[in-house]
């Protein structure tokens, strides 16, 4: 070996750790799916929850624990699945500009107590909806693509269905992090939405559903302003799918006192003046973890799947005064459990 292959040899040696220190290449974790292709998706969310405690105190006198019987020993089991065809028709800059879903099918379960309900689910089966950006309002126009429906289940729809809000801005390397923060990062927990109008179950006549977006939500988005989202690129796996992991911790409160009070006042008390005092508060506590895969050729999600534990702590009292007697109560819940998703595309 001449002096000067050895010189190479060595330089290219030294060299190379600084190299690939500084290795330019990046992997583009983008949405960008091909016209008018489809894919069918299942998403199941399943969830158990426990009563870890429970107290109820009137007039200074606390419930026996026996009259709560097996409460506390009874998991609630919730299964959802939602089976969907989602037709990328048009799509630039990130995001679908028209986009087709079709509900295929959705099913309902509910174990409490050892028995199993499986109530009737939506009539959205069957429902071919279109989702089109709307540039000037800056969101999506929702319309029934084919045939007639009630328009109030197209309130709570979510066309992204591909998490996009969990990519990267930018061409990323593997070990680059990033975070999601706010309402888009809530969004992974109602992946499509809803099938029906977020405050359905509220009665009209009272008003409550109304007062849902005018007092509610406005404290849940000040709530969750600061829920973050750690993202993490791995790189990809045996199957060429790009793995984008992710964890979350965070909590927050919401005072339904003020719509416990407007239900009060509703109520027919028949002729009976009431006076009462009644506040009513809802903590949640909840941390997990997950991964998007992401097909980086097709530009979609190729799967998804979550897990998280959650904790939910209600804190009530009232002071009422009927009928010229005057009573008080307070009581405190505390349920526990946990959260698994799992979406699938063929």
Request: aromatic share 8%.
């Amino acid at each position: 070996m001449t002096t000067k292959t050895r010189d190479l040899i060595t330089t290219a040696l030294l060299a190379a750790p600084v190299l690939l220190a500084l290795d330019l290449r990046a992997d583009s974790l983008a949405f960008h799916p091909e016209a008018g292709s489809s894919v069918d998706k299942e998403m199941v969310v399943a969830g158990a929850m426990y009563i870890d405690d429970i107290m109820l105190n009137v007039d200074g006198e606390e419930m026996p624990a026996e009259m709560l019987g097996d409460m506390t020993d009874m998991a609630f089991e919730l299964e959802l699945s939602e089976e969907v065809t989602d037709e990328y028709v048009k799509s630039a800059d990130g995001k679908a500009l028209v986009l087709i879903r079709t509900f295929n099918d959705m099913a309902v379960s509910m174990t409490a107590g050892g028995e199993t309900q499986e109530p009737e689910v939506s009539d959205m089966i069957g429902s071919k909806i279109k989702f089109a950006w709307n540039e000037d309002e800056e969101k999506y126009d929702v319309s029934f693509e084919e045939g007639d429906g009630d328009e109030e289940d197209l309130e709570g729809l979510d066309p992204d269905m591909d998490f996009t809000y969990l990519l990267p801005d930018d061409e990323v390397k593997e070990g680059a992090t990033w975070e999601v923060t706010g309402m888009e990062a809530m969004r992974m927990f109602l992946p499509g939405g809803t099938v029906t109008a977020p405050t359905d179950g509220f009665d009209d006549e009272m008003g409550l559903g109304d007062m849902f977006e005018e007092v509610v939500m406005p404290q849940l988005e000040d709530a969750v302003e600061d829920f973050t989202v750690d993202c993490t690129y791995n790189g990809t796996d045996d199957e060429g799918a790009a793995q984008i992991g992710f964890e979350f911790e965070g909590e927050m409160s919401i005072d339904f006192s003020e719509m416990v009070m407007a239900a009060l006042e509703e109520q027919d008390m028949g002729g009976m003046e009431v006076d009462a005092d009644i506040t009513m508060t809802f903590d949640i506590e909840m941390e997990g973890k997950g991964t998007l895969s992401w097909d980086t050729d097709a530009g979609r999600a190729s799967g998804f799947e979550m897990a998280a534990d959650v904790m939910f702590l209600l804190d009530a009292a009232a002071d009422i005064e009927a009928a010229g007697e005057a009573h008080t109560a307070e009581g405190t819940g505390e349920l526990s459990g946990e959260l698994e998703y799992e979406m699938s595309i063929d």
